[in-house]
């Protein structure tokens, strides 16, 4: 075990962990941060995304002490009781079904339109291709994504 310091959303916390620790793990368990979900445990599904420098991040394999930067969860975009625009873009177009899949849609989505506010459609595709819904809810994340670039609030 050892004191790993981590800042996410803003704040900085000390967790005495083994180092080894998924990210996901301390976000959850230590933090008590619920938007990150455990889904395959294999950074393969994607319910477990955090950005860190701008970058999607798988948090299920990611060991706490490799990281360096701050850390942004689903719970820190929305600001001043403000939903962020793809939180609000996601309600208006009905975007989840039982939800579990969409912390990762949602961050996804968030750090490709940080990195080209203007996608194109098969750039949004591409992008969102490796976060998996069994929901079936690509359509409607891709038009949430869709209603955000078309209001150009990015
Ligand atoms: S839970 Fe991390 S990628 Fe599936
Ligand atoms: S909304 Fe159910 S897994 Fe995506």
């Not at 310091?5 to 803003?10: A, C, Q, W």
Request: charged residues 15%; aromatic residues 4%.
């Amino acid at each position: 075990m050892s004191n790993v310091t981590l800042k996410v959303n803003g704040l900085a916390h000390t967790v005495d962990v083994d180092p080894a620790t998924p990210l996901l793990y301390v976000l959850r368990n230590d933090l008590g941060l619920q938007g990150p979900r455990f889904g395959c445990g294999l950074g393969q599904c994607g319910a477990c995304t955090v950005i860190i420098n701008g970058t999607a991040v798988r948090s299920c394999v990611t060991p706490v002490s490799t990281v360096r930067s701050e850390i942004t969860t689903l719970e820190g975009l929305a600001q001043n009781g403000t939903l962020h625009p793809l939180q609000q873009a996601w309600i208006d177009e009905q975007a989840p079904q039982c939800g579990f899949c969409q912390n990762g849609q949602i961050m996804t989505a968030k750090a490709l339109l940080d990195k080209n506010p203007n996608p194109t459609d098969a750039q949004i595709r591409d992008g969102m291709s490796r976060t998996l819904c069994r929901c079936m809810t690509f359509y409607r994340v891709q038009a949430a994504i869709k209603r955000v670039v078309n209001k150009g609030v990015a």
